[in-house]
């Protein structure tokens, strides 16, 4: 089974400045993607930006950009010149990938992380 | 607009009541998934529905049942509701790509509170 870990619960960082939230994962699996996920107060939840476990180039969106290490099973979000905006709960997210199975399309979260951003 | 849409946005209902919660996507997915939310904000998949047929079904009570009319659609019915089932229900959807099934879109979410 796999597993999602966000070590961090909560994380404050000031405008205009970058912050990393952590993100551990565990599979037996080699076909997957991960996700980080944005869930502001509005309970909306929102894909901030996606990775495929075969590419090894890092993914970016904007301020947004992960780490992505596929041996140390790691997967981190960093969000440069962060935005009041960027004040939600951030989950990190794992699917494997393939064509049947009962963890096909099944979508495992890590317990998410607070990020508050101050003026 | 509205890419994936559910109703109602809350529901409060009295415990031992069956209620539904509705959800459709207007992306041509073909794949439909619920998510429950519990009250410390873990996200669990409760079913999957891929072109109509179940296809995920986790450790779910048997109150709980899906139901998918068509692709575009996935209801979720609830029978005789305690207080453990207050939650946020988000229903989502996904395409099945070259590679599997790929991001998956998520709906504004259901609040439901038992009292």
């Known amino acids: 089974a796999q597993t999602v870990t966000q070590s961090q619960p909560e994380m404050s960082v000031q405008e205009a400045e970058t912050v990393t939230l952590s993100c551990t994962y565990d599979?037996?699996?080699?076909?997957?993607?991960l996700f980080w996920y944005k869930q502001p107060p509005s309970r909306q939840m929102i894909l901030v930006i996606r990775?495929?476990?075969?590419?090894?180039q890092n993914a970016t969106e904007n301020r947004f950009s992960v780490n992505f290490q596929k041996a140390a099973k790691s997967f981190s979000l960093k969000i440069s010149d962060s935005q009041l905006g960027d004040t939600a709960m951030y989950f990190c997210?794992?699917?494997?990938?393939?064509?049947?199975?009962?963890?096909?399309?099944?979508?495992?979260f890590g317990q998410g992380t607070i990020l508050t951003v101050h003026p | 607009d509205t890419a994936v849409s559910q109703t109602p946005k809350y529901l409060v209902t009295q415990m031992g009541n069956d209620k539904s919660i509705k959800c459709e996507q207007n992306?041509?997915?073909?794949?439909m998934y619920w998510y429950k939310q519990d009250s410390k904000k873990f996200l669990k998949i409760m079913f999957s529905?891929?072109?109509?047929?179940?296809?995920i079904n986790e450790t779910v009570p048997n109150r709980f049942s899906p139901k998918s009319p068509d692709k575009a659609h996935l209801n979720l019915h609830i029978n005789s509701l305690e207080l453990g089932d207050s939650a946020v229900y988000f229903c989502?959807?996904?395409?099945?790509?070259?590679?599997?099934?790929?991001?998956?879109?998520f709906g504004p979410g259901t609040r439901l509170l038992v009292l």
């Open positions: 599979t037996s699996e080699n076909n997957y993607y």
């Open positions: 997210a794992f699917v494997s990938l393939g064509t049947g199975g009962t963890s096909y399309g099944k979508l495992t």
């Open positions: 990775q495929e476990a075969y590419k090894q």
């Open positions: 529905y891929n072109n109509k047929e179940l296809i």
């Open positions: 989502a959807s996904s395409h099945e790509g070259l590679a599997g099934l790929e991001t998956q879109y």
């Open positions: 992306l041509g997915h073909d794949t």
